[in-house]
């Protein structure tokens, strides 16, 4: 009797997760080991497999998303797994909820990203940066287009010179409590930074919203800068001080 009860919790939980992660359940957090997932939209850019990390086969598994996501949670570098058929793909790819695809086809049936935050704010924002190096493929708005690979063509990024910026206007006043920001994994044009936040369009009106004094770390790292307490403004501006260029792969305002 003990036996069956122990069996019929087991099959419980595991149908639990199952409907979680379905894909049914668009926009749906679920979580996994305390690994949270949200689906995503599943076309990506062809050079994706620049990111691939391993692929598994799932046809003997069941339940094919708890088996993938099981596959990611036990990959430090995964960030996100996507299925198509009976093979389960995981990347070190970094995509937020708000990302919208690509018309260049690498698709999936579905996708699931660990890498997503409630109340991300970037999505609705319009982005200026002072002089960028090339604005046809490192555009400001490659910062928060919800993607980054390896590639540094989906990062922003300045021409060198002095103190560089990126500015995010939220188009209205939001309590903003932190910023979680994904650098270069050469650690290039990321270093001795000051984010301001407030109502001014003027970024040196504005008062600090956090400081990251020194070189940023090398792979894989996420940037989470937070204030002492949540803020109240309508530009976010990241500036990087020196003579220098400023690169910025992708990042997440997080609405308080």
Not at 88 to 107: H, I, K, N, P, R
Not at 123 to 136: E, G, K, L, N, Q
Request: net charge neutral; proline share 6%; glycine share 4%.
């Amino acid at each position: 009797m003990r036996s069956s009860r122990k069996h019929k919790t087991m099959l419980i939980k595991f149908i639990m997760y199952f409907l979680l992660v379905s894909p049914r359940n668009l926009g749906v957090e679920a979580s996994l080991k305390e690994v949270y997932y949200r689906k995503v939209d599943n076309r990506f850019p062809s050079t994706m497999d620049k990111c691939s990390l391993q692929t598994h086969s799932l046809i003997s598994a069941p339940y094919k998303y708890i088996a993938c996501a099981t596959f990611c949670t036990q990959n430090a570098n995964c960030h996100l797994f996507c299925i198509k058929g009976d093979a389960c793909f995981l990347f070190s790819t970094w995509v937020t909820a708000d990302y919208l695809g690509t018309d260049q086809y690498y698709g999936f049936t579905s996708c699931y990203s660990s890498w997503s935050y409630a109340k991300n704010l970037a999505p609705i924002a319009v982005a200026t940066m002072s002089s960028p190096y090339d604005p046809t493929i490192y555009n400001e708005y490659q910062a928060i287009n919800g993607y980054y690979c390896s590639l540094y063509d989906s990062c922003s990024l300045t021409s060198p010179i002095n103190n560089p910026w990126w500015l995010a206007d939220l188009q209205k006043v939001y309590v903003v409590s932190a910023l979680i920001m994904k650098p270069r994994d050469n650690n290039y044009c990321l270093s001795n930074i000051e984010i301001r936040f407030g109502n001014s369009s003027i970024i040196s009106q504005n008062p600090i919203f956090a400081t990251y004094p020194g070189v940023t770390p090398f792979l894989g790292i996420v940037l989470t800068v937070q204030p002492p307490n949540p803020m109240e403004g309508r530009y976010l501006s990241i500036q990087l001080l020196g003579n220098d260029c400023l690169s910025i792969c992708e990042l997440q305002i997080i609405e308080a």
